[in-house]
């Protein structure tokens, strides 16, 4: 599967942006798919992971700001980020679990700034 994130931008802090993630195929049988960020200098992090049943879990850093949602008729998973701070910027990349293997798409930067 190949994934298409698109979205980001610069945004003040407080601001919201939604990323969206196109897959190149069906989604409906991919158990899990979600989003990852990674700053220069730094490991790359999960910050929210989509189950196919409805099931999300969320880094805690993002608890109650981000929101993880698919739509399988558009095979597109969306994150929409609230009340984002500076520690938000990096760039943010969706993936998708298929089997025992990573997918990772390609990233979309995320600058938050005033």
């Known amino acids: 599967v190949q994934l298409q994130a698109s979205g980001g931008g610069l945004v003040q802090p407080g601001g919201s942006l939604r990323l969206s993630c196109a897959a190149s195929r069906s989604i409906f049988n991919i158990n899990t798919m979600g989003w990852g960020r990674q700053v220069p200098g730094k490991q790359r992090e999960l910050v929210a992971i989509g189950a196919s049943g409805g099931t999300t879990h969320y880094v805690d850093s993002v608890k109650g700001r981000f929101t993880v949602s698919r739509d399988v008729a558009k095979n597109t998973i969306y994150l929409q980020m609230n009340n984002l701070n500076p520690e938000d910027t990096a760039v943010y990349y969706c993936?998708?679990?298929?089997?025992?293997?990573?997918?990772w798409g390609q990233g979309t930067l995320v600058t938050v700034s005033s």
């Open positions: 993936y998708a679990r298929i089997d025992e293997s990573l997918y």
